[in-house]
């Protein structure tokens, strides 16, 4: 259990503790309503460096969510865990580590330095670059044993200039148009890694553009991609492994699993689509939480923050928080969006800016200086997730994980 207890940095919250009744402590921490005089290791990590904001992963839930989703798609269909960005915002190796505990035993990033960033921490998996390989990073790439991605002709040539052994991937465009040979081209290009004497035609794969919204138009990709493959086979080439499903494809078309899947939202504990409970013991990954750290009275007729877009009906409370769009919580999310303050949601008043955001909060007459306002998880009753936040800054999940920016420190011993 490598990542237990491990800080990726030995990052601080700031001490409150005099000013708030609660004090600034992650719910793993056990710090919402006790009393700050005794703080957990972390804590006081945290506390000493003066930060203000974090995100606390938890490695166990990662695990947890890969072994569900080993379990579902047995023992013949390997899990491959894409942890590209950062591990959609929890961290790349931590997340690599707790996947690989859980049963994955495959890594995916989308760039070479994504790659060598799991290599340099020790993490020995197969791992598949998804995305493009730049020429000068070859080299790299092949050092650490990447597996890499080929999609058109300049990439073939490409790979062949390092005259080494390299375990290729060849893409399909099956439909999304992004990424990928068209198919015939693609049943060339494997073909030909196939005949070269040092390239190894280890996967054939695709990708799906709207799984988690249209599982007929997923299922019409899915036979273009396996009408490729079975050309494939009948021109001769075989022992390659063949990959297509992402979150929503493995969960809703069992069909589309083949030999390996490759997954990454699900394995941080969130679904493809809110109203989606497939899973139903998938356990969320990250907590986000701040602190406030101002209360203000104002008269009614008095605006808060930048453009003024909050104005008090009648004499008003307004607490700042230190969280703003530069740590990834979204400027849409203004109107619409809430947090968790003492167990209790509140909206955002006005703005929100940079550094700070500001809160209504005349539904929480005791706020204090120093109280844990939390943007993603659990306070008491209260539960915002990902997806709420999402749904507030018109976004979806994926980018509100990985939004979140390297600005808030990721703590990992829950
Ligand atoms: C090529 C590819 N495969 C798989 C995934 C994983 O998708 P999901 O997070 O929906 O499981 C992604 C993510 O964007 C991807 O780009």
């Not at 307004?318 to 209790?344: K, P």
Request: net charge neutral; proline share 6%.
């Amino acid at each position: 259990m490598p990542f237990r207890g491990h800080f990726n940095s030995p990052q601080t919250l700031a001490s409150h503790e005099s000013r708030g009744s609660r004090g600034p402590a992650g719910p793993g921490l056990g710090g919402l309503g006790r009393e700050p005089s005794a703080p957990t290791r972390g804590e006081s990590l945290l506390t000493e460096q003066g930060a203000t904001k974090w995100a606390d992963v938890d490695p166990s839930a990662i695990a947890h969510n890969t072994a569900l989703v080993k379990q579902l798609v047995g023992a013949k269909t390997a899990v491959m865990a894409v942890v590209k960005a950062n591990g959609y915002g929890h961290g790349a190796v931590p997340a690599a580590r707790a996947a690989v505990e859980g049963g994955a035993s495959w890594l995916a990033v989308s760039s070479i330095p994504e790659g060598l960033e799991l290599r340099k921490a020790g993490i020995r998996e197969p791992i598949l670059n998804l995305g493009y390989t730049p020429p000068n990073a070859l080299s790299a790439a092949v050092a650490a044993k990447l597996a890499l991605t080929l999609y058109d002709r300049p990439g073939l040539a490409l790979l062949k200039t390092a005259a080494t052994e390299i375990p290729v991937h060849v893409k399909v465009d099956s439909g999304m148009h992004r990424l990928g040979a068209a198919p015939e081209e693609a049943i060339r290009l494997a073909t030909e890694v196939h005949a070269d004497p040092h390239l190894r035609l280890e996967g054939f794969w695709t990708h799906f553009a709207d799984a988690d919204r249209d599982l007929v138009f997923t299922a019409q990709q899915l036979r273009v991609f396996l009408d490729a493959r079975a050309a494939l086979i009948r021109a001769g080439v075989t022992g390659f492994i063949t990959h297509a499903a992402n979150s929503p494809a493995t969960l809703r078309l069992p069909e589309a699993r083949l030999d390996l899947v490759r997954v990454g939202l699900i394995l941080y504990g969130v679904r493809p689509a809110r109203d989606w409970h497939d899973l139903p013991t998938l356990r969320p990954a990250l907590t986000w939480q701040t602190i406030v750290t101002n209360v203000v009275s104002i008269p009614a007729g008095q605006s808060v923050g930048y453009g003024r877009r909050f104005t008090a009906e009648q004499p008003a409370r307004v607490a700042t928080i230190a969280a703003g769009y530069a740590d990834g919580l979204h400027w849409q999310s203004a109107e619409r969006g809430c947090v968790i303050v003492r167990g209790t949601r509140v909206p955002f008043a006005g703005s929100i800016s940079m550094d700070q955001a500001a809160l209504d909060v005349a539904a929480v007459p005791n706020i204090q200086v120093g109280d844990v306002v939390t943007l993603i998880g659990r306070d008491g009753d209260a539960v915002l997730t990902a997806d709420d936040l999402a749904e507030a800054a018109g976004t979806i999940s994926y980018e509100v994980l990985c939004a979140i920016s390297n600005r808030v420190p990721r703590r990992y011993n829950i």
